[in-house]
């Protein structure tokens, strides 16, 4: 669902020229050699697929769900976990995404013909007249605002973390706040801001019904195959939780005297490698480490537990991971190309973000 009124979301955005829009004015802003600069800057923002910045928010910094409920989980303090979270994430981002991509990308080349990345091109061409005189351009269209551009595409983060809120605003198991979940679930935040962009990406472009249902149809077959591949990989990832890995993780890591921090990355990072998925990494660890950290003659803030927590979910994306797959479908990589991008950008940002975790512990 998620992938899929994603794609929708960007497939009204391009043929509206809201892509463009974003493009143009980050260009402006950053310049054109500082674009991966932009990108960046977008991913802290949106959370969406410019992967560094989604998984610096995915592990390190709510509202996200596995974040809140890491929060909760140590009794940490929601505002200053952000703080911290954008302390530690946002250079880890600037490494693992524009600086790392300096190194990488002479030694990864990916084919020219992407089905996906097709339906989010611009495919206005300029018409060519027959007339002896020589050649007219077609009327180009007016393109939607940077605002509302931005608006459209930030609906569903506002919403979700309108969501993630409900409890704080209002009593739970109230209308209200059973409202305020609904609009946050992160289904039903994308297809409110996929009905919104019919009006601001669509109507009031002058697309009609019948234009709007036919770029939504295009869109969706290219992600069938991710969808398969997304779901092939959860369930195995499913096969090796269920088999008891994470009870021998819990055995073999909770007899050693560690710090609470290393401890929480520790058996976070284990977790991931063995199930391939962030979140169970991290709710799952967040259950073992908690008590434990509670006992232990070192204590730490539990902010910091929460950061060094999710570091450790980030670990190595690998085969079982569907987020690795959904990568590769996306750019068009084969596996290997993946493991040196994906795979060891995930790493920076685990290890990274435990080291500087460690640094704030010393300062704090």
Same mark, same amino acid.
């Given at each position: 669902?998620?992938?899929?009124?994603?794609?929708?979301?960007?497939?009204?955005?391009?043929?509206?020229?809201?892509?463009?829009?974003?493009?143009?004015?980050?260009?402006?802003?950053?310049?054109?050699?500082?674009?991966?600069?932009?990108?960046?800057?977008?991913?802290?923002?949106?959370?969406?697929?410019?992967?560094?910045?989604?998984?610096?928010?995915?592990?390190?910094?709510?509202?996200?769900?596995?974040?809140?409920?890491?929060?909760?989980?140590?009794?940490?303090?929601?505002?200053?976990?952000?703080?911290?979270?954008?302390?530690?994430?946002?250079?880890?981002?600037?490494?693992?995404?524009?600086?790392?991509?300096?190194?990488?990308?002479?030694?990864?080349?990916?084919?020219?013909?992407?089905?996906?990345?097709?339906?989010?091109?611009?495919?206005?061409?300029?018409?060519?007249?027959?007339?002896?005189?020589?050649?007219?351009?077609?009327?180009?269209?007016?393109?939607?605002?940077?605002?509302?551009?931005?608006?459209?595409?930030?609906?569903?983060?506002?919403?979700?973390?309108?969501?993630?809120?409900?409890?704080?605003?209002?009593?739970?198991?109230?209308?209200?706040?059973?409202?305020?979940?609904?609009?946050?679930?992160?289904?039903?935040?994308?297809?409110?801001?996929?009905?919104?962009?019919?009006?601001?990406?669509?109507?009031?472009?002058?697309?009609?019904?019948?234009?709007?249902?036919?770029?939504?149809?295009?869109?969706?077959?290219?992600?069938?195959?991710?969808?398969?591949?997304?779901?092939?990989?959860?369930?195995?990832?499913?096969?090796?939780?269920?088999?008891?890995?994470?009870?021998?993780? @819990?055995? %073999? =890591?909770? /007899?050693?005297? !560690?710090?609470?921090?290393?401890?929480?990355?520790?058996?976070?990072? $284990? &977790?991931?490698?063995?199930?391939?998925?962030?979140?169970?990494?991290?709710?799952?660890?967040?259950?073992?480490?908690?008590?434990?950290?509670?006992?232990?003659?070192?204590?730490?803030?539990?902010?910091?537990? @929460?950061? %060094? =927590?999710? /570091?450790?979910? !980030?670990?190595?994306?690998?085969?079982?991971?569907?987020?690795?797959? $959904? &990568?590769?479908?996306?750019?068009?990589?084969?596996?290997?190309?993946?493991?040196?991008?994906?795979?060891?950008?995930?790493?920076?940002?685990?290890?990274?973000?435990?080291?500087?975790?460690?640094?704030?512990?010393?300062?704090?």
């Amino acid at each position: 669902m998620v992938v899929g009124l994603g794609t929708m979301l960007g497939k009204m955005m391009a043929e509206s020229g809201g892509a463009e829009r974003i493009a143009t004015t980050l260009i402006s802003w950053f310049g054109e050699k500082n674009i991966h600069w932009a990108m960046m800057v977008v991913a802290i923002i949106v959370g969406l697929p410019m992967v560094a910045g989604l998984s610096v928010v995915h592990g390190l910094i709510p509202p996200h769900p596995a974040a809140m409920l890491a929060v909760q989980q140590y009794h940490a303090d929601i505002g200053k976990t952000i703080a911290y979270g954008l302390i530690v994430g946002v250079p880890t981002a600037i490494v693992a995404g524009p600086l790392f991509a300096l190194l990488i990308h002479r030694t990864v080349k990916l084919p020219k013909d992407n089905a996906l990345a097709s339906q989010f091109l611009n495919k206005d061409e300029v018409a060519m007249s027959g007339t002896p005189g020589g050649a007219s351009a077609a009327p180009k269209r007016e393109l939607p605002s940077f605002g509302v551009t931005l608006f459209t595409v930030l609906l569903p983060v506002i919403l979700m973390l309108v969501g993630s809120w409900a409890d704080l605003v209002f009593t739970p198991k109230t209308l209200p706040n059973d409202l305020l979940h609904f609009v946050g679930n992160s289904d039903v935040a994308l297809l409110i801001a996929v009905l919104v962009s019919f009006w601001t990406f669509g109507a009031s472009r002058g697309f009609n019904r019948d234009q709007i249902q036919k770029f939504c149809g295009e869109c969706l077959a290219p992600i069938a195959g991710i969808t398969l591949i997304v779901g092939a990989g959860g369930g195995f990832g499913r096969v090796l939780m269920d088999s008891g890995i994470s009870k021998e993780i @819990v055995a %073999a =890591t909770t /007899s050693a005297h !560690l710090s609470p921090l290393l401890f929480g990355w520790l058996v976070a990072a $284990l &977790i991931r490698l063995a199930t391939g998925s962030a979140t169970v990494a991290m709710t799952t660890a967040c259950g073992i480490v908690a008590p434990i950290a509670a006992a232990s003659a070192i204590q730490v803030k539990p902010e910091l537990l @929460v950061l %060094a =927590t999710g /570091s450790g979910s !980030l670990i190595f994306s690998h085969v079982n991971d569907g987020g690795f797959w $959904l &990568i590769k479908e996306y750019f068009g990589m084969t596996v290997g190309q993946t493991f040196k991008t994906w795979s060891l950008l995930e790493t920076i940002i685990s290890l990274m973000g435990l080291g500087l975790t460690f640094a704030l512990a010393a300062v704090l």
